[in-house]
């Protein structure tokens, strides 16, 4: 024996040990990364790709850069406040004949549309009388619509040349810029987004209170009984949670209408009189009511999940020296269910901030929530970056809970089940 | 096992083959999708052997524009509004069909002088004209029911709750007529901030009566359920309900606001060709007569209207249900296309505050 091989323990081919037990743990590391790669690939493609292109979407806007190279590099050469003359007038021209030329001028306007309204068909007009346009293009563009010399115009042509922009966050939180570029609230009667976010945490609070107070008894039944009676009562939880959505909310239409079911048994019981029939629908009631309902199995899982293993000798224990019913709860009993009070709360909350499809059909006018409206940017409006500026404020409001949670009660004591 | 693979293997293949010859319409849903599966899709089908897939949209224009941005066309033909359909135009989302390509009507007329003016666009072409007007339900008026649109906005006068559609168009117009100003001012009026105020002002007296209805279904579904006395809608919705279901509606013309609906095809739209055809064939004189024998919506060709009868009941005369019936014509607006295309985001953004706003 030498005197390496005394230092150094050796495998029976005459490897060191070390290297040998490190090549095999990298290959089993190897082979569990390659068992995860697939659901790792998934969601990179189908999840962590598209939230980082919606981020981009929020600040970043090509549709007049990409779109009138001209204008750009004036904007770029000539500091704010310079009169655009002559030459700035050619190259808009140019820029508007190439752009009507490639079928993008509208693009253009929509985007100047964006930030002052009244202005789409300005480009478009331009866009078909562009070839006839003569020099001197200051005047024959006037010409056409005396607004090509306003300077507002102008300054708002400034700001959106400029492809990556905050100007969506600003408008999500009900702010705009004005002509000097300082940051203002926009007029009290276009004000909605502020509110509306405010609406959609408070109605989610409240939600999931009531989910909170509604599962936590129906959770501890279930969590007690004897196992064959509460199987039969966790399907009567489960079966609507393994009900389409869709088919609960237009039930909850059926019951809550001014000529729905519960309207009609309360007249019919001359509980109230046939014109004093209870608005239950198309507000924000009716809003509260179903989504209470479809998210409730959301707090009671969890509950349930925490409170099944608690042994009932705890709180017989403590009661046998000496404390009250309500003491042994609140000292003995409550505590051991936090986990999962934690994990139902969180769950129901962020579920709920992020409805769309109840909200839309019960929820009448005062019952939407900002989800509503970011599916009207994509769906009706098509204006992506506002949507994806309000989408990015939602994720970052909940991130900014999460941590808080953390913070608060810990992640590692939440308990899904 | 294996059987079944090779089985459902095939059940695909013959799927994909099938789908080359399929063509995917979309429309507005409901009563009217089903006068266009009656009067194109199956006549359309039965001449070319090419399967029509009916889809339905609440508004099937910013959809269009929605998959045109998303670089993932899958509409063939979509039935859009006027001021959709100038702007998809404008923004070369569109396939251009243009006049030249349309047939001359069944009388021999060239299709230039035959469709109604202004009805056929480089990009789109215009089937019918449709108007959003109101309709009540009369057992709820004994005594008389609302004739005016004022009398919409007068829930003094006849009480009940008001259905109506989820946004700013035809709503803000409606408002101000019932307001005083007449069908040829409104545009002057709602192009000032004031006159924007005045609608909404307007509309703000009934706000807590108002039930929003999105699809064009929705409409005298609300109106049969009893949730609101009375309802905008596209007059056609009311026709079916009252004339078809038999439902005790009856419409009120003052202050109805019509205008054209058009089929326009999709840059890259999957079956292009096939969807042109289709365009054309639907556009023809005998397709729009037929068209309205299942509902009141009016031809946009001159020649098809000499063809129009009666309803597909075989009693019912659809001249008098028509927008463009002169009966229903005296205080008319015609939708300003130019207006919306201008105005949408800006007005719509305002409505959407006026709606959050408590």
Known sequence: ?417 | MKKLLILTTALTGFGFAASAEDITVVSWGGAYTKSQVEAYHKPFTAKTGINVTSVDSDNPGPQVKTQEEAGNVTIDVADVEYSDAVRLCDEGMLETIGMDALPPGADGTPAKDDFLPGSVTDCAVATIVFSTNYGYDTTKFPNGGPTTIADFFDTKKFPGKRGLGKRPKANLEMALMADGVPAADVYKTLGTPEGVDRAFKKLDSIKKDIVWWEAGAQAPQLLADGEVSMTTAYNGRLFSAAIADGKPFKQVWDGQVYEYDLFVVPKGAPHKDAAIEFVKFATSTQALADQAKWIAYGPARKSSAALVGKFNDGKTDMGPYMPTNPENMKNALGSSYEFWVDHDAELNDRFNAWLAAN
């Open chain 1, 1 to 417: 024996m030498t005197a390496v091989d005394a230092g150094m323990l050796t495998t029976a081919d005459g490897r060191p040990l070390k290297d040998a037990l490190a090549r095999a743990e990298g290959r089993a590391k190897r082979r569990a990364f390659l068992l995860v790669a697939p659901l790792l690939i998934f969601i990179l493609v189908t999840f962590v790709w598209p939230i980082l292109q919606v981020l981009e979407q929020s600040v970043y806007n090509p549709k007049f850069s990409d779109n009138m190279p001209g204008m750009v590099s004036w904007f770029a050469s000539h500091p704010v406040g310079t009169e655009p003359d002559e030459a700035a007038y050619a190259t808009l021209v140019g820029d508007l004949k190439a752009a009507a030329e490639a079928k993008t001028v509208a693009v253009v306007g929509e985007r100047v549309n964006y930030a002052l309204p009244g202005t789409r068909s300005l480009f478009t007009a331009v866009g078909r009388k562009a070839k006839t346009l003569e020099p001197p293009f200051k005047e024959s563009l006037i010409a056409v619509d005396p607004k090509w010399g306003d300077p507002d115009l102008w300054g708002v042509m400034r700001q959106v040349a400029k492809p990556y922009t905050g100007d969506f966050f600003l408008a999500a939180v009900d702010l705009e810029r004005d002509k000097n570029g300082s940051i203002v609230r926009v007029n009290e009667n276009e004000r909605v987004y502020v509110n509306l976010f405010l609406r959609t945490f408070a109605m989610s609070a409240f939600i999931t209170a009531i989910c909170l107070v509604l599962a936590y008894p129906v959770a501890h039944l279930l969590a007690v009984l004897p196992l064959r009676q509460s199987n039969l009562l966790m399907i009567l939880v489960l079966l609507p949670f393994w009900t389409s959505l869709l088919v609960r909310t237009t039930s909850w239409m059926v019951l809550l209408q001014e000529q729905g079911v519960i309207n009609n048994i309360l007249v019919a019981l001359g509980i109230i009189s046939d014109d004093g029939r209870l608005q239950m629908i198309n507000n924000r009631m009716g809003t509260t009511i179903a989504m209470t309902h479809i998210l409730l199995p959301f707090m009671i899982l969890p509950l349930y999940s925490v409170m099944r293993p608690i042994p009932p000798s705890y709180v017989r224990a403590a009661r046998s020296l000496g404390a009250t019913s309500w003491t042994a709860f609140r000292r003995v009993y409550f505590p051991q269910t936090v986990p999962g009070i934690g994990a139902g709360t969180l769950l129901v909350f962020i579920l709920s901030v992020g409805y769309y499809i109840t909200p839309a059909l019960v929820g009448g006018s005062s019952g939407t929530l900002i989800s509503n409206l970011i599916a009207f940017h994509v769906n009706k409006s098509n204006n992506w970056s506002m949507a994806a500026a309000l989408a990015t404020i939602l994720l970052v409001a909940i991130l900014i809970l999460y941590w808080l949670y953390d913070k608060l009660v810990g992640i590692d004591k939440l308990k899904l089940g």
